[in-house]
């Protein structure tokens, strides 16, 4: 009985570093694909499509920093299905060039290298269209003074 039980602890301590070594270890997922609009209006939330896979078949979680909250604040969505595509919304209050970055992390806590995606909030053509718009209806001869001021 003594033999036996030596035995299977010595197989076991065989087995382990084999199993470990083959492939049954956790893999992490896939880096994130990040599919958005690159630009847009301050205020406006707009849509992003984020989808990865992992090689486990295990459930993912989505680590995203919206580039406007501080560098490293990264918020958690999830979990999803592996290969499922997941869309996530957000809005940027003001203008600005903002760097999306988000990282998949699978339910065992292994984590993916960080995938980026950039979007511009510009000043809006809105105001700008709108004061024009204002001067030429309160100035309505203002544009043929123009016109031939400019020589056009």
Request: proline share 8%.
């Amino acid at each position: 009985m003594k033999k036996s039980a030596i035995s299977i602890c010595i197989c076991m301590l065989l087995i382990i570093p084999i199993l470990s070594t083959t492939g049954i270890a956790n893999q992490p997922p896939e880096t994130p694909n990040i599919t958005g609009p690159s630009s847009g209006k301050p205020g406006v939330e707009y849509d992003f499509n984020f989808s990865t896979i992992d090689p486990d078949g295990d459930d993912v979680y989505y680590c995203v920093s919206w580039g406007c909250c501080g560098s490293g604040d990264f918020h958690t969505y999830g979990p999803y299905e592996s290969g499922v595509e997941v869309t996530l919304s957000h809005s940027w209050p003001e203008q600005g060039g903002y760097t999306i970055q988000a990282y998949a992390k699978d339910i065992y806590d292994a984590e993916s290298d960080i995938a980026t995606l950039e979007i511009s909030i510009p000043l809006t053509h809105h105001i700008i269209n709108t004061l024009f718009l204002r001067f030429f209806e309160r100035f309505p001869n203002a544009f043929p003074i123009l016109r031939y001021l400019l020589r056009l």
